[in-house]
């Protein structure tokens, strides 16, 4: 099956840090990437969608400008959080849907601790 | 947004019992998808339902889909520890491909 990745798989940051997290498609293009955060024992929540080449698309509630997301190549999104508080700290899980399918594949997610 | 409702919140069963919880959703859809979450990790896709279908069997996991009451079901027979896992379903909007997640199942596979 279609894989995936995550990199990295958990980050401990000071407050007002920047951390940048990768999710790759590692053998399928993906044209679309969604980002989605998940509280401890929630469910998941979309955050963003983003295409290759284009702007993401937010979802209510969601400041861009503090979740960068930059979708350079059809496989790779990567989801920056900007002057990272501790209420930030979540699990993100991102998920690549491939070229004329409607299944979405799930990276193994990244664990965000902010201090 | 969130539209999927999941119940039980909690299951907890033998091993070698059925476990079955089921999902409701609010708007039209092009499919329902159930994944598998083990603690701390990602989703496994386990079953897509389109909206024209009305049951679907994976192994030992059979899905149900009413779009006439908006809900679905998942079962999956014979557990076995391995299951112990959270089970969420996910409904694909008629107008995009975002998923929409439901609060999820927490199931615990009794040995």
Redesign the interface.
């Known amino acids: 099956g279609a894989v995936v990745s ?1 990199h990295p798989s958990r980050v401990i940051c000071k407050s007002g840090t920047s951390v940048k997290i990768e999710c790759r498609s590692l053998d399928f293009q993906a044209t ?1 990437m ?1 980002w989605y955060r998940q509280f401890p024992k ?5 955050m963003a ?1 983003s295409n290759e080449g284009s702007k993401a698309t937010y ?2 509630g969601v400041e861009k400008d503090k979740f960068l997301i930059n979708h350079a190549s059809l496989t790779l999104s990567t989801l920056t959080v900007t002057s990272a508080h501790p209420e930030d700290s979540s ?1 993100y ?1 991102c ?1 690549a ?1 491939a070229v004329n399918t ?8 990244t ?1 965000l601790t902010v201090l | ?2 539209q999927g409702e999941e119940d039980p919140q909690a299951l907890s069963i033998q091993e070698g019992e059925n476990a079955t919880m089921n999902c409701s959703y609010k708007t039209s859809i ?2 329902l ?1 159930w ?1 598998r979450q083990n603690s ?6 386990l079953i ?1 339902i389109r909206s024209n279908e009305r049951e679907k069997h994976s192994g030992r996991l059979r899905v149900t889909l009413d779009t006439s009451k908006k809900s679905s079901s998942l079962l999956i027979t014979a557990s076995r520890a391995a299951d112990t896992a959270s089970y ?1 379903c ?1 409904t ?1 909007g008629s107008n995009d ?8 199942t927490t199931v615990t596979v009794r040995a």
Do not use: W
């Not at chain 2, 701390?40 to 896709?45: D, E, I």
């Not at chain 2, 491909?97 to 999820?104: H, P």
């Open positions: 995550q679309t969604f929630q469910s998941l929540m979309l969608t979802e209510q699990f899980i998920s849907g409607d299944t979405q594949y799930f990276g193994p997610g664990r | 947004s969130q092009n499919n998808q994944y701390g990790r990602g989703l496994v896709h897509l969420f996910a694909e491909y975002k998923l929409s997640f439901g609060a999820g």
